[in-house]
Each structure stands twice: as C-alpha cells, then as structure tokens.
C-alpha cells in the first residue's frame, strides 16, 4: 500500500520500548480530543479519547495526557510493537459543531 | 462503533471525468461526513452530509466540484466532479453515531491521470 507518512515528522523507536507521540493543538475552546492511527493503506481507525475535564486517560497499552495549560496532548504506547508502525493523528474539537480539526500526524516507525 | 464501507476502494480516472464515491454505514447515524487526504498529508473535511437537505461545506470546497447526496440515514455519496491530477488524494467518510467519536471507512484511493 502507499505511504501517507511521506511528509510527516517521524518517530523511530527499538521494539519493546516506550514511545511518545506528541501533539499541540490549536483551540482553546476544545473540549475532546481523540488519537488515531493510520495504517498504509487504511482509514484513519480510533484509539484513545479524552474530555477536557481529564487529564490522563489509559487504555491497553495506551495513555493520552492533556495538558491544557499548554494545550499539549500525548499519546504514550508502552512495550512498542511492530504492528504499531503507522501515523497516529491528534484531533480535536468541540463548541456548537462536532467537527474534527486533524493535527499534521506523526510517522511511528518500530525497528525490530 | 460502526461498520462503514466505501467503493470504490481504489480508481484510475482520466481527467474531465468523474467519480462517485459511495459510503455505508451498518447502522443508522445522524452524523455523516467527508474528508479529503492528500498524498501525505492530513486529514481536511470537505463537508457534513445532512439527510433530507443539502451539504455544509467547509472553506474552500465547492458543491458544483464535490456534489453529496445523503438519502438516508445509512448512506451518502461523494462525486467529485471534472478531475484533474490536483484531485488525486484518498477520500474518507466518517460517521459520528451520537458520541462526539468519528469513525472512519477505509478510504478511496483516487489516481487522476
């Protein structure tokens, strides 16, 4: 399949350790965040939200952290694996709509 | 969550042409819409897709380029109209079923030649 991480910031980590993906986003007034991950070839598919009344969430594996003073999200991918390799997106929104505002996205590249 | 397909999954088309794009959802939504994702780049909405009335695009999106139709509350199309190679990108469709979370179709890959 093709690539979509041609242009994006890329992260390489060795598998087994502990990745951080970062995102700033850009509204205050957000108010929910989610991340998602793309592989080559697929649609973007969902991983992990929060609300603004939260800061950390966890999942399996997976832990986003809010930071709105500084409005900095991160997604944080314990005991990395190959099959992590994808682009993981930042995207948020909230007020009257429910449109989505997608970040730039990051390439998370896993070295066996 | 929600099972949403697309066809075509991938096309080659000539430019002046143009392109349907189907999306299905399992189940019915009130939320639909449609992003645009050029060659490693992000995503970009290029509307909501409103049941029973017409499209809101976003700026820069026109509907005599991207028509949507949306007959019901489980389908919607995306034309894109009179390609040029500028349209090659993939094109997505999201559903939002009342939880503030989009869920995303596996995209069409459009090649404009």
């Known amino acids: 399949g093709e690539s979509v991480g041609l242009h994006l910031p890329t992260l390489s980590v060795q598998e087994g350790d502990n990745s951080i993906i970062n995102c700033a986003y850009s509204?205050?007034?957000?108010?929910?965040f989610i991340w998602y991950k793309q592989e080559s070839g697929k649609g973007p598919q969902f991983i992990i939200d929060i609300r603004s009344n939260m800061d950390k969430r966890q999942g399996q594996r997976v832990t986003v952290l809010l930071n709105k003073t500084v409005k900095h999200l991160s997604l944080q991918i314990a005991a990395t694996q190959p099959g992590d390799s994808a682009v993981y997106f930042c995207?948020?929104?909230?007020?009257?709509?429910?449109?989505?505002?997608f970040g730039t996205g990051t390439l998370l590249a896993v070295q066996p | 969550s929600a099972v949403i397909s697309q066809k075509p999954s991938r096309d080659i088309c000539q430019r002046g042409t143009s392109l349907t794009i189907q999306c299905q959802v399992d189940?019915?939504?009130?939320?639909m819409f449609w992003y645009r994702q050029q060659p490693g780049q992000s995503l970009t909405l290029i509307a909501t897709?409103?049941?029973?009335?017409?499209?809101?695009?976003e700026s820069g999106f026109v509907i005599d380029k991207f028509p949507i139709s949306r007959p019901n509350l489980t389908f919607s199309t995306l034309t894109v109209s009179n390609m040029s190679p500028e349209d090659s990108s993939i094109y997505l469709c999201?559903?939002?079923?009342?939880?503030?979370?989009?869920?995303f179709g596996p995209g069409t890959r459009l090649t404009v030649l």
């Open positions: 189940s019915q939504v009130t939320m």
């Open positions: 509204n205050s007034a957000s108010d929910y």
């Open positions: 999201s559903v939002d079923p009342s939880t503030d979370t989009q869920y």
């Open positions: 897709a409103n049941q029973g009335s017409e499209a809101t695009y």
């Open positions: 995207a948020e929104t909230g007020g009257a709509t429910n449109k989505l505002i």
